[in-house]
């Protein structure tokens, strides 16, 4: 008898219900994302789409450019990290995640408009943890890549104002 593949199953919300289990999770860390104070410098919005991955739509503008005239790498690299991180952490509903290493490719220059950041966990689901991110522009081009490794910490996620939210 052959094997069929095995369908993950979605259950849908009423109106009106909380989230649940994983999608909870997921929630909680958009939420946490939001209340971060870094991130009033930045318009910006997560998305966790599933486990393991993450999503970041930013707008950038000339405020956020060097002498050059294009963006600056630490926004290259403030998105890249958080996508990352933010796709190893939707796999670990216990603890905060931290950043031990995160290497930068630029490939491309960044002017203004909207960008997104895709994140998604490589390996790893004890202690550390890696992760990768792209940048791409509005023309859909990859303008920059970064992989990093991330290891549990000691804040119980639960303890942190925005995800217990």
């Given at each position: 008898m052959?094997?069929?593949?095995v369908?993950?199953r979605?259950?849908r919300?009423?109106?009106?219900?909380?989230p649940?289990g994983e999608a909870a999770?997921?929630?909680?860390?958009?939420?946490?994302?939001?209340?971060?104070?870094?991130?009033?410098?930045?318009?910006?919005?997560l998305?966790?789409?599933?486990?393991?991955?993450?999503?970041?739509?930013?707008?950038?503008?000339e405020?956020?450019?060097h002498?050059a005239?294009?963006?600056?790498?630490?926004v290259?690299f403030?998105?890249?990290d958080?996508?990352?991180?933010y796709?190893?952490?939707?796999l670990?509903?216990d603890r905060?995640?931290l950043?031990?290493s995160?290497n930068?490719?630029?490939?491309?220059?960044?002017?203004?408009?909207?960008?997104?950041?895709e994140g998604?966990?490589?390996s790893?689901?004890?202690?550390v943890y890696v992760?990768e991110?792209?940048?791409?522009?509005?023309?859909?081009?990859?303008?920059?890549?970064?992989?990093?490794?991330?290891m549990?910490?000691q804040f119980?996620?639960?303890?942190l104002?925005?995800?217990a939210?």
């Open positions: 052959p094997c069929l593949p369908a993950r979605v259950t919300l009423e109106a009106g219900s909380s649940s999770h997921f929630r909680a860390l958009e939420n946490l994302y939001r209340s971060a104070p870094i991130n009033r410098l930045f318009r910006s919005e998305t966790i789409t599933e486990e393991g991955r993450s999503v970041i739509h930013f707008d950038v503008d405020t956020q450019f002498a005239g294009a963006v600056h790498g630490t290259y403030k998105m890249l958080d996508a990352a991180f796709a190893a952490n939707s670990v509903n905060f995640l950043t031990t995160f930068l490719l630029f490939t491309r220059p960044i002017g203004p408009g909207r960008i997104r950041a998604r966990w490589i790893g689901k004890r202690r992760a991110a792209s940048l791409i522009d509005e023309e859909g081009e990859e303008v920059g890549r970064g992989t990093g490794t991330f549990r910490s119980p996620l639960s303890s104002p925005g995800y939210a």
